[in-house]
């Protein structure tokens, strides 16, 4: 079996390996937490695939944090929104979406701060992540965005795992396949 899958993002040559999700379904782990120059290009890229308006971004804790305040900070703005896997002791009047992700075991819950969901109010918001794969996530962020009385302008990712490559409602860098025992890209 192969240990890993190479993936072309942004103009890099990355190494994901390959870790199990059942004794037949394997995901390529994407991670971009310390490579800042997959991080830098991956977020320059992504700005140039968006064309829709938009007043803030907003990310899942925790892959998503790094891309999110690149692109920020590449496109001039000084404010993401960090959608939170707990609340913290800051936090004040939260709004809250249970999410069930193909990289988590559990059912999990992400929180908003009432800050944030104050300044999305009225707001056009573009959803940001690393991965896309089962959709769960995202639902969660829409969610989040839609409670706090913001509108969803976009979605965009570095990669499109699976199915979710299909979608025409995200816009992304590449797509990232499933894997078999063997180590073979799913069709």
């Not at 059942?22 to 991670?31: P, Q």
């Amino acid at each position: 079996m192969k240990d890993y899958y190479e993936i072309e993002v942004a103009g890099l040559k990355r190494q994901l390996p390959l870790c199990p999700l059942t004794d037949k379904l394997y995901i390529a782990g994407f991670v971009i937490f310390g490579d800042v120059e997959l991080t830098e290009k991956s977020a320059e890229a992504l700005l140039k695939l968006v064309t829709e308006d938009y007043d803030y971004m907003i990310t899942a804790e925790s892959k998503g944090i790094p891309l999110a305040h690149e692109m920020a900070r590449q496109s001039g703005q000084n404010k993401y929104i960090l959608a939170r896997k707990a609340p913290k002791l800051y936090m004040r009047n939260t709004v809250k979406c249970d999410v069930k992700s193909i990289t988590t075991e559990k059912v999990q819950t992400l929180y908003l701060d009432g800050v944030d969901a104050e300044l999305i109010k009225g707001k056009k918001i573009l959803i940001v992540d690393d991965v896309i794969s089962t959709g769960e996530s995202l639902r969660a962020l829409e969610a989040l965005v839609e409670q706090a009385g913001g509108t969803v302008a976009g979605r965009v990712a570095i990669l499109a795992e699976g199915d979710a490559a299909s979608r025409d409602d995200i816009k992304y860098l590449q797509y990232l396949p499933l894997f078999d025992e063997n180590g073979e890209p799913l069709k």
